[in-house]
């Protein structure tokens, strides 16, 4: 008996059959069967079907004589099923890799609940990936079981089949089925949620819906949008035939008339002519089921006010809809003139503030689009609190929220605020690790030092003009005027001053100064190489390791993986994680930080949320200062991120995974090869990427020589003092000496010449 019964309806999806069949054949996961039924589609799925059936035994195929439609082509598959748990996959739609492992272990880890909810991810015809946007609800419905009456959140997801695995004994048991028509999927999932004794979450995008151009059933004009008033008699009908569930009627009278509101809203499902009648059949419908008062002459359940429009008539809601979109347009008109306003009275202002004095004490400080004190701006910020008190430190932070997470005593003002516009025109100092926004004008003697955000491996700013993928959504020319601004320049190595300097061609002036966010990096290698414990297993990381729930004595393989140019959205998984988290050993420690633009994405939901939660790996993505995620680690393993060059301060091993170099370097384009220059052993498959980690080959001798070179070449000017460096020598104006460190370039090998080479 296999683990999942996967059914796959199949109607004119021809296009898209192989690709959903072999989403479900090539899961690692193999414990399963496929029943796909053929709704006598009149394309070339049959012989789709067929095909898949004679190479793969798990496949069995159901040829039905007439067409029946979504709900009973899934019916017709339902008798087949020899599967533990059911599953209903739409044959335009793919499970997502390793979802069917990601669900056994889930229902182990449950003990086989009657549901088990997963999460998905709509795929748009152009290319754009997201993810549901109630997926917080999975994550909040914690480890164990539960019902719907104890957590009534999980009926706010959408209500639809296929995302969802059912243990097929709580099926057969109430003999659920679903009914023709269009929504079917609403009276077999109100039941099966409100019955389940036991349901469990999976907080894992399982399963990647299709949005098509064309073609999406719900998405054609028809009377057949007038099957939903059927479909919620159906689970009206349910709901009376079973007492103890009666306490729902008023959520499901709710639901009733917010989904078909929202049909009635949408312009594409009804034709013209049957608007109307649409309405008066949901009015009518809505009356008859709202639920009566009380026993012992309560009052009933109030309307809420979204739906009090279906006590009127039709005229009515035309008229309210007419209202709410003028409404809407006043509204964003009037923002347009506030905003226009707003400018205007700032450029009044403007002249007035040119004329205060510069606060040569004031510097107003900036990080990664204004999110925090972190980065190089904070480290600055701490060391001139630290050696110079007297001056005065402002942070603009983007939101609420984010200022509430700043540390006590950090004075802050928010973007765009009045206080924002006045701080900004009296500093003298403005120290960011991005471009300040184009509104802020530099005034004359205001000084504007810019750290960036590490040394580069990939093409930036005017160097992107030749990489049209790349600089997609990026004006460059924009950036360049604002860049314009700069007044100073961190580098912490030759490499980068010549890298900025071509990239930004501004009138700035390049500053040896190092890295001030490296400073802590640099001391904790100095303190490990005085202990004599240099090298992999320094835990100068404590106090993080133990926040992070990792075991003492672990040796702990920090991931860090960039993101990708070549795919709209730039994730890719180019390893998997708990593969790689088994085969490292039970005294390793596995921990992932993704590149920050990754970190809201769909990325986490693809498993790495899942197996942080189990335990099996630890994700720091949250973690905001990465210096302490780094301090916390042994090793790194990364592809091609700028984190290697910080880390290289530690001088801890390094293993570079390159298995899609050369896509890599050809969509955003590389200021050298770092295969051939790198700070470690490189890995161009996961095989190789295994052995040198069971072999201990990643900690060899051959792995501290690349380093040392390595670090020669791109520590050049990390010497734990730079953010002193930069209060004494930019904000204080005294001197102080360069890094004693040699500059001198270390040269590339032959076969990997520096675009920045000296000619």
């Known amino acids: 008996?296999?683990?999942?019964?996967?059914?796959?309806?199949?109607?004119?999806?021809?296009?898209?059959?192989?690709?959903?069949?072999?989403?479900v054949l090539e899961q690692s996961y193999r414990d399963l069967e496929v029943i796909a039924v053929d709704d006598r589609s009149p394309d070339g799925c049959g012989a789709i079907l067929d095909e898949y059936a004679d190479r793969d035994d798990r496949v069995r195929v159901l040829h039905l004589p007439e067409n029946v439609g979504l709900g009973r082509a899934r019916n017709a598959g339902l008798p087949h099923a020899n599967g533990d748990h059911l599953l209903f996959l739409d044959s335009d739609d793919t499970l997502t890799p390793g979802a069917l492992r990601a669900m056994a272990d889930r229902l182990d880890e449950?003990?086989?609940?009657?549901?088990?909810?997963?999460?998905?991810?709509?795929?748009?015809w152009w290319g754009g990936t997201r993810r549901n946007a109630l997926a917080q609800v999975l994550a909040d419905c914690g480890d164990g079981t539960f019902t719907a009456a104890e957590r009534p959140e999980i009926l706010d997801l959408l209500m639809v089949v296929w995302n969802k695995a059912y243990r097929r004994g709580f099926v057969e048991e109430n003999g659920f089925r679903f009914p023709p028509g269009y929504y079917e999927d609403t009276p077999w999932t109100f039941p099966v949620m409100l019955s389940a004794e036991r349901i469990a979450t999976l907080d894992r995008i399982c399963l990647y819906y299709r949005q098509r151009r064309q073609g999406n059933i719900l998405s054609t004009t028809s009377r057949k949008h007038f099957d939903v008033h059927d479909q919620y008699e159906r689970v009206f009908a349910f709901v009376d035939s079973r007492p103890e569930l009666a306490g729902w009627r008023p959520y499901l009278h709710r639901k009733m008339g917010e989904h078909c509101l929202d049909i009635l809203a949408k312009p594409d499902r009804l034709p013209p002519s049957d608007r109307g009648e649409f309405f008066r059949r949901t009015a009518e419908m809505f009356r008859a089921r709202r639920p009566g008062p009380e026993p012992g002459g309560g009052p009933g359940e109030p309307v809420p006010a979204g739906l009090r429009v279906l006590e009127g008539g039709y005229a009515a809601y035309r008229i309210s809809r007419l209202a709410g979109r003028a409404g809407r347009e006043i509204a964003r008109r009037g923002g347009q003139v506030r905003g226009a306003a707003g400018a205007r009275v700032r450029r009044g202002l403007a002249p007035v503030r040119a004329r205060r004095p510069l606060d040569p004490g004031l510097v107003v400080y900036?990080?990664?689009?204004?999110?925090?004190?972190?980065?190089?701006?904070?480290?600055?910020?701490?060391?001139?609190?630290?050696?110079?008190?007297?001056?005065?430190?402002?942070?603009?932070?983007?939101?609420?929220?984010?200022a509430a997470r700043l540390p006590d005593g950090?004075?802050?003002?928010?973007?765009?605020?009045?206080?924002?516009?006045?701080?900004?025109?009296?500093?003298?100092?403005?120290?960011?690790?991005?471009?300040?926004?184009?509104?802020?004008?530099?005034?004359?003697?205001?000084?504007?030092?810019?750290?960036?955000?590490?040394?580069?491996?990939?093409?930036?700013?005017?160097?992107?003009?030749?990489?049209?993928?790349?600089?997609?959504?990026?004006?460059?020319?924009?950036?360049?005027r604002r860049a314009d601004r700069w007044d100073y320049s961190l580098v912490a190595n030759p490499h980068s001053e010549l890298v900025w300097e071509r990239a930004y061609p501004c009138h700035f002036t390049s500053v040896r100064t190092g890295s001030p966010r490296n400073d802590v990096l640099v001391h904790a290698a100095a303190r490990a190489a005085a202990d004599g414990r240099a090298g992999p297993?320094?835990?100068?990381?404590?106090?993080?390791?133990?926040?992070?729930?990792?075991?003492?004595?672990?040796?702990?393989?920090?991931?860090?993986?960039?993101?990708?140019?070549?795919?709209?959205?730039?994730?890719?998984?180019?390893?998997?994680?708990?593969?790689?988290?088994?085969?490292?050993?039970?005294?390793?420690?596995?921990?992932?930080?993704?590149?920050?633009?990754?970190?809201?994405?769909?990325?986490?939901?693809?498993?790495?949320?899942?197996?942080?939660?189990?335990?099996?790996?630890?994700?720091?993505?949250?973690?905001?200062?990465?210096?302490?995620?780094?301090?916390?680690?042994?090793?790194?393993v990364t592809d091609y991120s700028a984190l290697m060059f910080d880390y290289a301060n530690l001088d801890r091993p390094v293993v570079v995974h390159a298995d899609d170099w050369g896509a890599y370097a050809a969509s955003r384009g590389a200021?050298?090869?770092?295969?051939?220059?790198?700070?470690?052993?490189?890995?161009?498959?996961?095989?190789?990427?295994?052995?040198?980690?069971?072999?201990?080959?990643?900690?060899?001798?051959?792995?501290?020589?690349?380093?040392?070179?390595?670090?020669?070449?791109?520590?050049?000017f990390d010497d734990g003092r730079a953010a002193e460096r930069v209060v004494r020598t930019l904000l204080l104006g005294e001197p102080m000496p360069e890094p004693e460190r040699a500059p001198a370039r270390v040269p590339g090998p032959a076969t990997a010449p520096d675009l920045l080479a000296s000619t």
């Open 410 to 480: 950090v004075e802050h003002v928010l973007l765009g605020s009045p206080a924002y516009h006045r701080l900004t025109a009296r500093a003298g100092f403005f120290v960011n690790n991005v471009n300040w926004p184009g509104a802020l004008v530099k005034r004359p003697g205001s000084v504007h030092v810019h750290t960036h955000q590490g040394t580069p491996l990939k093409y930036m700013a005017a160097d992107l003009l030749d990489k049209p993928g790349a600089r997609y959504g990026v004006d460059v020319p924009q950036m360049l």
């Open 537 to 636: 297993g320094v835990d100068t990381g404590a106090e993080v390791r133990a926040r992070l729930g990792i075991p003492a004595g672990h040796t702990v393989v920090l991931y860090a993986p960039t993101r990708r140019d070549y795919r709209r959205g730039g994730h890719v998984d180019r390893i998997d994680l708990a593969r790689f988290a088994a085969d490292l050993g039970a005294d390793h420690t596995l921990v992932v930080r993704l590149h920050p633009s990754l970190a809201t994405g769909p990325a986490r939901g693809l498993g790495l949320s899942e197996l942080h939660r189990r335990g099996i790996l630890v994700d720091a993505t949250d973690e905001p200062h990465v210096e302490d995620v780094m301090l916390a680690s042994d090793v790194l």
């Open 110 to 124: 449950t003990g086989d609940p009657d549901v088990l909810v997963f999460d998905y991810a709509r795929t748009h």
């Open 1 to 23: 008996m296999p683990r999942f019964s996967i059914i796959v309806p199949c109607f004119k999806v021809q296009g898209f059959l192989r690709e959903c069949l072999d989403s």
């Open 366 to 402: 900036s990080a990664f689009s204004h999110r925090g004190v972190l980065g190089d701006p904070g480290a600055v910020y701490r060391k001139a609190r630290e050696i110079a008190p007297q001056l005065r430190g402002v942070w603009v932070v983007r939101d609420e929220e984010t």
């Open 671 to 716: 200021y050298f090869d770092i295969t051939a220059e790198a700070p470690g052993h490189v890995s161009r498959s996961y095989r190789e990427l295994a052995r040198l980690f069971s072999s201990g080959d990643w900690r060899d001798e051959e792995s501290a020589r690349l380093r040392a070179v390595f670090r020669r070449r791109f520590c050049a």
